[in-house]
């Protein structure tokens, strides 16, 4: 079996970017995280210490979210560095982080970066 705990669609206002208006003011950003946990403990037992907390998670996010960067490569590896060294049992991380509406010139939702990597490659 495989399982996994996911947080979708996390909303944050924040200021990352390269540019001196995106840092100033600031912009929403979006982050979607699937994380390959074993859930089969916890499927037993109803005890949430078996298991990953995904409000301990979305904290974890939220305090990487907080600290300016210029790239949302250098965010999205923050965070993928942080949720490894403070949830052991997660195997595996599928993050998604965009920044809507980007000051590009373009009619556009948004743009962003996917990482998809397990603690072994870490």
Known sequence: MSSYIFLDRMRFFAHHGVGRQETLVGNEFVVSLRLK?????????????????YAEVYEAVKKEMEIP??????????????????????????????????????????AGIEIHTSRQQQ
């Open 37 to 53: 946990v074993d859930i089969g403990h916890a499927m037993q037992t109803d005890d949430v210490t078996d298991t990953v907390s």
């Open 69 to 110: 960067s210029k790239l949302l490569e250098h965010v999205g590896g923050r965070i993928v560095k942080r949720l490894f060294g403070d949830f052991p049992p997660i195997e595996d991380i599928e993050l998604k982080l965009s920044k809507r509406n980007p000051p590009m010139g373009a009619d556009i939702e948004a």
